[in-house]
C-alpha cells in the first residue's frame, strides 16, 4: 500500500520544496499585499483603517498620477525602439559574415552587465554634467551641451537608452527564429525580383511574428517593472520627471512606511499591465502567424 502511494505520489514529493517555497515567497505576499491595499497599514504602527481609500488616492493623487504618465512614456519608448534595434541586428548578424560569432558575443555582453547596479552607476557617470559624454560634445565643437539628467526633457530619454542598450537576449531571442525561416522561400523570391528589403517585410518579419510577440510582451512587462536603473541615476528627478510607478511604491513603502497604499499602487499596476497583455494577446489574431495552424 504504501508502495502504491509512494509510486503514484512521486512528482509530488519532488516539487514538495518548489511548492514551498512559492506558497511562501509567491502566493502568501501576493495575497497578503491584496489585503494590506484595503488598510491602511503602517510597518511600525499596524492597521487602524479598512477600506478603499487607497484606491480612491492611487486615482486622485497628482503624484500618483504622474508616476503613471512617466511609466507609460518610458515603456512606449523603450519597448518599441528596443525590439526593432534589437530585430535589425539579429537580421544583420544572421548573414554569414566574417567574425560573426564575435560580434554575437559583443552584442549580448550588455543584457548580462544591464541590470547591475555598477552599469547604473556607470551610466551616471557617462551622462553628468562633466561627464564622459559631454567632454565629448564638447571637444568636438558643441558647447551648449544638454544636462542629461538634470534636465526634464532629457532624464527620462537617458534612462529609455540604458535598456535599449541591454537589447542582447532580445536579439538572440530574434537571431534564433531568424534561423528557422526556410531559405527557399528567400530563393523563390529573388527569382521573382524581390530585394532584401521586400524579403524581410513580406517573408522575414511575418514568418517570425510569434517570436515578435513573444519579445513584446516580456519587455513590456520589463519595461512596467523597471527600477534600478531610474533609482540610481535619477532617483526619480529632475522634478519627478523619472519617478516611474516602481519608484513611487518603493518611496511610499520604505521611506513613508505606508504599506497599505504602496499595495495598492502595485495592484493597480499590476491591473494596467494585465490589460495591455490581454490586449496584445487580442491583437495577435490580427498580426501573428502561426506556421503550423491556422492565424489565431
Known sequence: MNNTWAKRNTGLLFITPWLIGF????AYPFASSLYFSFTDYNLFKGISTYGFMNYINVFTDSKTLKAMGVTFR??????????????LIAYILNFKIK??????????VPSILGGSVAIAVLWKALFNNEGLVTRMLNTIGIQNTPK????????????????????GSTMVIFLA????????LYESASLDG????????????????????????????????????????T??????????????????????????????????????????????????????????????
Open 99 to 108: 567574425g560573426v560569432n564575435i560580434f554575437r558575443t559583443a552584442y549580448y
Open 74 to 87: 518610458f515603456a512606449f519608448m523603450e519597448v518599441p525602439l528596443k525590439l526593432v534595434i534589437s530585430l
Open 23 to 26: 506558497l511562501i515567497f509567491k
Open 148 to 167: 542629461f539628467l538634470t534636465d526634464a526633457g532629457w532624464a527620462l530619454f537617458i534612462l529609455v537608452l540604458l535598456r535599449v542598450w541591454q537589447f
Open 194 to 233: 524581390a530585394g532584401k528589403w521586400r524579403q524581410f517585410f513580406s517573408i522575414t518579419v511575418p514568418l517570425i511574428t510569434p517570436v515578435i510577440f513573444y519579445n513584446l510582451i516580456t519587455q513590456l512587462v520589463q519595461a512596467f517593472q523597471e527600477f534600478n536603473g531610474p533609482f540610481i541615476i
Open 235 to 296: 532617483n526619480g528627478g529632475p522634478r519627478r520627471a523619472t519617478t516611474l510607478m516602481s519608484i513611487l511604491i518603493y518611496n511610499n513603502a520604505f521611506k513613508q512606511w505606508d504599506m497599505g497604499l504602496a499595495s495598492a499602487q502595485a495592484w493597480v499596476l499590476f491591473i494596467i499591465l494585465m490589460i495591455f497583455t490581454a490586449i496584445a494577446f487580442w491583437s495577435q489574431n490580427k498580426w501573428v502567424y502561426y506556421s503550423d495552424e491556422e492565424a489565431r
Open 177 to 184: 527564429a531568424l534561423k528557422g525561416v526556410p531559405t527557399e
